[in-house]
Every structure is written in structure tokens, then in C-alpha cells.
């Protein structure tokens, strides 16, 4: 890819299903961005988040609203982690072929939470996920 060959540091981080739901979903992506940074294998001067909101970092951050719109290596960056995702949710398609995470990439698709109604949560659904949640909760 592209973007591999010509960045000076890249890494992608995540959380688990389990941190997301003991955190929240906010917390958790602060987590995977510090993470993310510490991977990096160098200190940045500073960290260009998109959004509106920063980690606690060991360099400056700065949030920037729309960034992958307005920046080129958020773009980069945020094809980075959507390609590392997608990447994540095939290789659970093959652990658990019956949710076709290969087609919706664990988004709520109607398709996702008609198999999700049929099968019931896997070990990877969040339980903190309002679909999954109430399917627990009538269980």
C-alpha cells in the first residue's frame, strides 16, 4: 500500500470488546489512539486527531473536526485503521461464518441484526451494543 511505503511511522491499535464495554466506546478509542501512538516506535511532535476531543498523550495533540477531509495524513490514517478493520472482521468471518462479517464488517446492517436476532451474540459483540443488549436482556 501506498500509504506503508511512504509514511515515516505508521501503527494501528484497537480495544477489545471487553475494554469497550467496561470504558465506553469514546474512552476505548481514546485508549486505541494512545496506544496507536506509543506504537509508532517514535515520539511525534505532535498528534493530528480527527475529531473533536484528544488522548492523553505523551506529545501534543490537536483535534481537528473533519480532518480526514482537511488533512492528508489523517486520511491516511484513517485508511489505515478502516483497512486494518476490515481486515479484523474477515478473519472473524471465518470464525464465525454464520454473521457475514465479510459483507458488513460488524456494522449494523439490517442484514447484521437480522443474523444477529437468529444467532444471538458471539463472544466478540459488544454487550454494551443496544441491538445486543436487548437480545440479552430477553434471554
Known amino acids: 500500500m501506498k500509504i506503508h ?4 511511522a505508521f501503527a494501528v491499535a484497537c480495544a ?6 467496561r470504558l465506553n466506546i469514546l474512552q476505548a478509542t481514546m485508549l486505541a489512539m494512545q496506544r496507536a501512538v506509543e506504537g509508532l516506535g517514535m515520539l511525534p511532535d505532535e498528534a493530528w486527531i480527527d475529531g473533536n476531543r484528544c488522548p492523553e498523550l505523551r506529545c501534543r495533540a490537536r483535534a481537528i473536526v473533519r480532518g480526514d477531509r482537511l488533512h492528508a ?3 491516511a490514517a484513517s485508511i489505515l485503521a478502516k483497512t486494518a478493520r476490515d481486515a479484523e472482521m ?3 468471518h471465518e470464525r464465525f461464518p454464520q454473521y457475514c462479517f465479510d459483507r458488513h464488517k460488524g456494522y449494523p446492517t439490517p442484514g447484521h441484526l437480522v443474523l444477529l ?3 444471538g451474540p458471539s463472544e ?3 454487550r454494551s451494543f443496544a441491538p445486543v ?3 440479552l436482556l430477553r434471554a
Open 124 to 126: 466478540i459483540h459488544r
Open 90 to 92: 474477515r478473519r472473524m
Open 16 to 21: 477489545t470488546v471487553e475494554e469497550i464495554d
Open 117 to 119: 436476532e437468529r444467532y
Open 133 to 135: 443488549r436487548r437480545i
Open 5 to 8: 511505503a511512504q509514511a515515516r
Open 73 to 75: 495524513v489523517i486520511s
